[in-house]
C-alpha cells in the first residue's frame, strides 16, 4: 500500500535556528497537506500543496511539493519557542472517487526549541 | 478551537468491553473521517463516511468497528470488543467546505483499554 515516510523523527533546534522536515511518497500523490500537533492537542491544517514542483509561504514556514508529486519539505526559518510541536505530512493519492478525505499520514517530526 | 466536538475526552474500559465514541460537528456537514493516533505514532485513517453511507475504510477497520449517524448529527465509532491494542486517540475530523479534502479534526477522544 501507499506509504509516506517522514524524517527526522526529531529534531532538536535553538531558539533561532533553521528547521526542515522531508516527506517521501512511494506513489505520486494528488496532493499532499501539513499538519501540526501540538503536545496532547490535535492535528492542525497548516497548507496544502497540489501542482508540481509548488512552493508556498505562510511567514516564516515554506513549503515545497517535487516536480515528481512524490516528496515535500516544510522549512521554518528562526524557530520560535511557539513552533514546538510535531509536524506531520499528509499525502492524498486520489482527491476523487472512493478515496477522498483518505490522508496517509507521515510519521512526524517532533520539534523541540531551546530558548 | 475546532468545529468538531468529541465526547469523551477520556474513556477507560475493560478488554472486551463495547465503547461508542461520539463526534458533533458544529454545523451541518456530510463527510466525516475517523482516523486513530496511538501514543506517539503516526496518525492512521480508519473510515470516511459520506452521506450516511461508509465511503472507505482502512484494513484497521474491521468487523469490531461500526460507524453510524444515529440522528443525523452525531456521529458515532462504535467498538464492539475491545482489545488492548485498541488504546489509542481517536480523531474526528471533518472535510473542509471547498476544494481538496483538508481536514479539521476534533480535540479527540483518549481510549484506554486496560
Known amino acids: 500500500g501507499q506509504q509516506v515516510m517522514q524524517i527526522p523523527q526529531y529534531q532538536h533546534v535553538q531558539e533561532g535556528e533553521d528547521f526542515t522536515t522531508y516527506c517521501n511518497s512511494s506513489t505520486t500523490l494528488s496532493n499532499i497537506q501539513w499538519y501540526k500537533q501540538r503536545p496532547g492537542g490535535h492535528p492542525v491544517f497548516l497548507i496544502q500543496l497540489v501542482k508540481s514542483g509548488e512552493v508556498k509561504k505562510q511567514k516564516r514556514l515554506t513549503f515545497q511539493f517535487g516536480e515528481a508529486k512524490k516528496n515535500s519539505s516544510l522549512h521554518i526559518t528562526a524557530t520560535q519557542t511557539t513552533d514546538v510541536g510535531t509536524y506531520f505530512c499528509?499525502?492524498?493519492?486520489?482527491?476523487?472517487?472512493?478515496?477522498?478525505?483518505?490522508?496517509?499520514f507521515g510519521q512526524g517530526t517532533i520539534l523541540t526549541v531551546h530558548p | 478551537e475546532p468545529e468538531v466536538t468529541q465526547t469523551p475526552s477520556h474513556q477507560v474500559t475493560q478488554m472486551g468491553q463495547e465503547v461508542i465514541l461520539r463526534c458533533v460537528p458544529i454545523?451541518?456537514?456530510?463527510?466525516f473521517y475517523w482516523y486513530r493516533q496511538i501514543l506517539g505514532q503516526k496518525v492512521e485513517f480508519l473510515v470516511s463516511f459520506y452521506n450516511n453511507e461508509i465511503s472507505e475504510k482502512s484494513e484497521i477497520f474491521d468487523d469490531q468497528f461500526s460507524v453510524e449517524r444515529p440522528d443525523g448529527s452525531n456521529f458515532t465509532l462504535k467498538i464492539r470488543s475491545t482489545k488492548l491494542e485498541d488504546s489509542a486517540m481517536y480523531f474526528c475530523?471533518?472535510?473542509?467546505?471547498?476544494?481538496?479534502?483538508?481536514?479539521?479534526f476534533g480535540n479527540g477522544t483518549r481510549l484506554t483499554v486496560t
Open positions: 475530523a471533518r472535510k473542509a467546505p471547498q476544494g481538496f479534502p483538508t481536514l479539521h
Open positions: 499528509a499525502g492524498v493519492l486520489d482527491a476523487g472517487g472512493t478515496s477522498y478525505g483518505k490522508l496517509t
Open positions: 454545523s451541518n456537514h456530510l463527510y
